[in-house]
């Protein structure tokens, strides 16, 4: 800005030039501001106590994930590759997973494969979520208009170290 051929610089009133750019400049700021806030906060979710979760689940069990894919807007089906999810794609990510153990309900059995969902409120891909395979988790689903789903969709399963803390709450022992 030093240089005289700034245009700051090369008006006889410089300082007040300078003064306006910097206010239309922290306005269009502002502006922009305001307008990603909402998509920013679009897929905060409230969080569900895991309390509520286990009162909602009509079946829960420990659970690996054996494979994630991708199902398209249009229902067509991605084994492989980048695939995204996210807020208006259309796209949802499923994990094939296998139950290890059944803590709740006669809807599901040991070494059954089901496909859950993951939230398409989530902006993920099929590199992220495959990071979970083979790792225990505990589905916590309900059934809904024939099908089992997740309680909260946003969190599908917790982490399986809540396991004892899942059986206090169910009142079972080991």
């Known amino acids: 800005m030093n240089s005289p051929n700034h245009p ?3 008006t006889p009133n410089g300082a007040a030039d ?6 239309q400049l922290r306005g269009i700021l502002a502006v922009l501001f305001m307008a990603v806030l909402p998509l920013a ?18 079946q829960i069990a420990v659970a690996t994930s054996d494979s994630v894919y991708g199902r398209t807007a249009d229902g ?3 084994l ?3 695939f995204r999810t996210g807020p208006g794609l259309g796209n949802v990510l499923v994990s094939k997973m296998r139950i290890v153990r059944v803590l709740r309900g006669n809807a599901l059995r040991k070494g059954e494969v ?26 916590m689903l309900k059934e809904s208009e024939g099908s089992l789903v997740p309680v909260f969709p946003p969190e599908p399963w ?17």
């Open 76 to 78: 067509s089906i991605l």
């Open 18 to 23: 300078r003064k306006r750019w910097e206010n």
């Open 80 to 82: 492989k590759g980048q």
């Open 158 to 174: 917790i982490d399986s170290r809540l396991e004892k803390d899942v059986l206090g709450l169910l009142k079972v022992k080991k």
């Open 41 to 58: 906060s679009a897929t905060k979710v409230q969080d569900m106590p895991l309390k509520d979760m286990v009162q909602g689940a009509t």
């Open 8 to 10: 700051i610089q090369r």
């Open 114 to 139: 089901r496909d859950v969902e993951f939230w398409p409120g989530w902006h993920m891909d099929t590199d992220l979520a495959a990071k979970s395979d083979h790792y225990p988790v505990i589905l």
